[in-house]
């Protein structure tokens, strides 16, 4: 079993434990949300974990959906992030390890960086009335294909020009 899919397993255990405790029912729907979350890297709204569901043949409703993506946020496996656009997306809580966030102003694209210091680094006095879980920096640029393509049109101007 690969790390990831062990994460995913260990994962779909705790979310199952927790929805016995709160005695909510165990529904298929609820589990597939969870990977798909799991699987990638992704950072998922509401609306397309939504019509990705729709597309897979599960008969949902937003309701469950959000529902859900609440469930998973108190039970500690999910978070809500928001990446500079204002709008609320998801992400898998992976352990203790703080990523980053670099943000192509282009396209849109989301890629990942670890990060180097802790919270505890970060802050050395604990602020009160507060616990801090984790940080995160949104790092924003150009995204690899967008800076090639922006390079692209430059020359091709550049050349009609001529
Ligand atoms: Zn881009
Ligand atoms: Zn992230």
Request: a positive charge.
């Amino acid at each position: 079993m690969s790390e990831e899919k062990a994460k995913e397993w260990s994962a779909r255990q705790k979310f199952a434990r927790f929805l016995e405790e709160h005695k909510k029912r165990k529904t298929p729907e609820r589990f597939v949300i969870l990977e798909k979350i799991f699987s990638s890297q992704a950072h998922v709204g509401v609306d397309t974990l939504y019509k990705q569901l729709l597309a897979d043949g599960y008969r949902v409703s937003r309701a469950t959906v959000y529902n859900t993506l609440d469930l998973l946020v108190e039970a500690g496996l999910v978070r809500r992030v928001t990446l500079g656009d204002g709008m609320t997306r998801y992400e898998r809580v992976s352990g203790s390890m703080n990523h980053h966030h670099l943000i192509c102003t282009r396209c849109g694209k989301v890629k990942e960086v670890k990060a180097v210091s802790t919270v505890a680094e970060l802050l050395p006095k604990k602020p009160r009335s507060f616990e801090p879980a984790y940080y995160t920096l949104y790092i924003y640029g150009m995204c690899s294909s967008c800076a090639r393509r922006e390079q692209m049109m430059r020359t091709g101007i550049a050349e009609k020009s001529k």
